[in-house]
Nanobody, 126 residues
Framework: QLQLVESGGGLVQPGGSLRLSCAAS????????IGWFRQAPGERDGFACT????????FYKESVKGRFTISRDTANNLVYLQMNSLKPDDTGVYYC???????????????????WGQGTQVTVSS
């Protein structure tokens, strides 16, 4: 089982930025699809994902397109989520999740992913 750890959350004012990190121990994230999710009351909402390093495709929901960007740091085995122009509606616990390459390209469905981090809190408030 892949062990994931998110970091980088915090309190930020509307319009501000945060960069979240997703790290893994003992396995290379390059071979995994990575999804990012926000836990809101009653649901875990997927809003962005990136396929494996060899595939390179990245997908975003309309609600974050142009504001959020996923990138990989292959040397340090990290996946980043850069969040700009943050809004109060972006508040929640953010999770990264992983699924192996043999299952195809990434999706933004929480039920598809096998491995999850513990989450990091993002609060957007003035």
């Amino acid at each position: 089982q892949l062990q994931l750890v998110e970091s980088g959350g915090g309190l930020v004012q509307p319009g501000g930025s945060l960069r979240l990190s997703c790290a893994a121990s003992r396995s290379s994230l390059n071979d995994f699809n990575i999804g990012w999710f926000r836990q809101a009351p009653g649901e875990r909402d997927g809003f962005a994902c990136t396929s494996t390093s060899s595939d390179g495709r990245t997908f975003y929901k309309e609600s974050v397109k142009g504001r959020f960007t996923i990138s990989r740091d292959t040397a340090n085995n990290l996946v980043y989520l850069q969040m700009n122009s943050l809004k109060p509606d972006d508040t929640g616990v953010y999770y990264c999740a992983a699924k192996g390459a043999r299952f195809g390209s990434c999706v933004m469905d929480a039920n598809w992913y096998a491995d999850w981090g513990q989450g990091t809190q993002v609060t957007v408030s003035s």
